[in-house]
């Protein structure tokens, strides 16, 4: 019973989480005329004016006449258009750092740079979602995961990802999980390859 309480309390935590990560600070300039324009105020001189840089990177430039206020908010991630937002992948071997699974498929979303997002289906762990963190997405470098799912109820790992060709890599390392009959590491050892 303290188990399921405790899952439960963490799966909370996650979610909470997973949302603050996918949030960023903006500036938002209410105009007079009721438009208002979301991006970063980038300069600004006292009682005359402001330039603000949107997400597509224009500048506009108003003056303090045509302002209602000036307000930061939290708004959802956004990445520049010429950056990929989601990658798809299928990955097989030895229990896959996302899921600890032996087969599978994974839908990773990008936060950040280096912070993604994801859900998992797979055999045996059926279902997972978590976060992870790459030291170099496209390219060799260290890999950390936290999630939780149906197989293993919560778990986290390091490994290596070896880029072995184009949107084909190789993953090393280990893990810690808790099911419901157990808790401790596991091995990891896949082959992932991406389709975009």
């Given amino acids: ?3 399921l309480i405790l899952f439960i ?38 009682d005359q004016s402001i330039k603000i840089q949107t997400r597509d990177g224009s500048e506009y430039v108003y003056t303090f006449d045509k302002i209602e206020k000036i307000t930061k908010e939290y ?15 299928f990955h ?12 599978g498929y994974t839908v990773e979303r990008k936060l950040t740079d280096k912070l993604f997002f994801y859900y998992t289906f797979g055999i ?14 496209h390219n060799n470098g260290f890999v950390a995961t936290a999630g939780i799912g149906i197989g293993f109820l919560m778990y986290s790992s390091l490994s290596y990802q070896w880029r072995v060709a184009d949107r084909q890599y190789i993953k090393i390392g280990a893990g810690y999980g808790m099911t419901i009959e157990s808790v401790g590491p596991y091995p990891v050892l896949s082959y992932e390859y991406r389709f975009k």
């Fill in 92 to 103: 097989v071997g030895f229990l896959y750092n996302n899921g600890v699974d032996l087969l």
């Fill in 124 to 137: 045996p762990a059926l279902a997972a979602t978590g976060i992870s963190y790459y030291d170099d997405y």
């Fill in 1 to 3: 019973m303290n188990k």
């Fill in 9 to 46: 309390a963490l799966a909370f935590l996650f979610s909470f989480s997973v949302n603050l990560l996918a949030q960023e600070q903006v500036d938002v300039v209410y105009l007079k005329d009721g438009s208002k324009i979301i991006g970063i105020v980038i300069e600004q001189i006292p």
């Fill in 75 to 89: 708004s959802e991630m956004d990445t520049s258009p010429y950056q990929q937002k989601s990658t798809s992948s």
